[in-house]
């Protein structure tokens, strides 16, 4: 599926309740990032990470946490702080080998608060 | 930080004729513009991307120009086609040796009438 997979495809929250999004490369992209879009608006950063154990926040990082332990690995917690977590979330990856050319999109994955 | 303003945010054109997006940005130190082709509940894609040192990229019916003083770039997609029909992003990056971020426009939904 291109390289990266997200997972689920659809995931349904309960209201105050943590879930967490799977993202999986087998690239050898040193970089990933999670990005969050919005009916109508763009696709705005959340995190992202340059290389394995470190991370930085992304324009709207505020009840969202990442960890990145394996360099094929970039999951992203929506923690019960994030009010309004209903949206389309997308993973990438890239590689400075490759050049910004390389930046992968995952199928993404489309969470709901029922 | 990077903002990119995208206008318009609706373009409907008839089969055959051309479409221009314009996108805006604001930190002088971006020098990677990629434009992103994304259809409904699915990844975006790469259509064509250009660097700062260059004014004007084609790729068959796929034209971006780049005007660093203005501060804009635009996607030009001619004798365009009713598969054409999407959501088109601009984005903006300062590349760095180890990764680049993209600041994404808020998209262009194209619409191709037979």
């Known amino acids: 599926d291109g390289g990266i997979t997200q997972s689920p495809k659809y995931l349904f929250r309960k209201e105050g309740q943590n879930v967490t999004l799977s993202c999986e490369q087998n690239?050898?992209?040193?970089?990933m990032y999670w990005y969050r879009q919005d009916p109508g608006q763009g696709l705005r950063l959340i995190y992202y990470?340059?290389?394995?154990?470190?991370?930085q926040k992304g324009d709207i990082a505020e009840g969202y946490s990442v960890s990145r332990e394996k360099k094929e690995s970039f999951p992203l917690t929506v923690t019960s702080a994030q009010k309004n977590p209903t949206a389309f979330y997308l993973c990438?990856?890239?590689?400075?080998?490759?050049?910004?050319?390389?930046?992968?999109f995952g199928s993404g994955t489309r969470l709901t608060v029922v | 930080g990077e903002n990119v303003e995208q206008h318009p945010s609706t373009l409907s054109v008839q089969e055959g004729d051309s479409a221009v997006i314009k996108c805006t940005y604001s930190?002088?130190?971006?020098?990677?513009f990629p434009w992103y082709k994304q259809e409904l509940g699915k990844r975006p894609q790469l259509i064509i991307d250009?660097?700062?040192?260059?004014g004007e990229k084609k790729d068959q019916r796929i034209a971006v120009t780049l005007n660093k003083t203005a501060k804009h770039f635009s996607l030009h997609i001619t004798e365009t086609q009713p598969e054409d029909s999407a959501v088109y992003f601009c984005?903006?990056?300062?590349?760095?040796?180890?990764?680049?971020?993209?600041?994404f426009g808020s998209g262009t939904r194209l619409l191709v009438r037979p």
């Open positions: 990438a990856s890239s590689t400075p080998g490759t050049g910004p050319s390389g930046y992968t």
């Open positions: 250009i660097r700062s040192n260059v």
């Open positions: 690239l050898n992209h040193d970089a």
């Open positions: 930190d002088s130190a971006s020098n990677y």
């Open positions: 984005a903006a990056s300062m590349s760095t040796d180890s990764s680049y971020k993209l600041i």
């Open positions: 990470s340059q290389i394995v154990n470190d991370f």
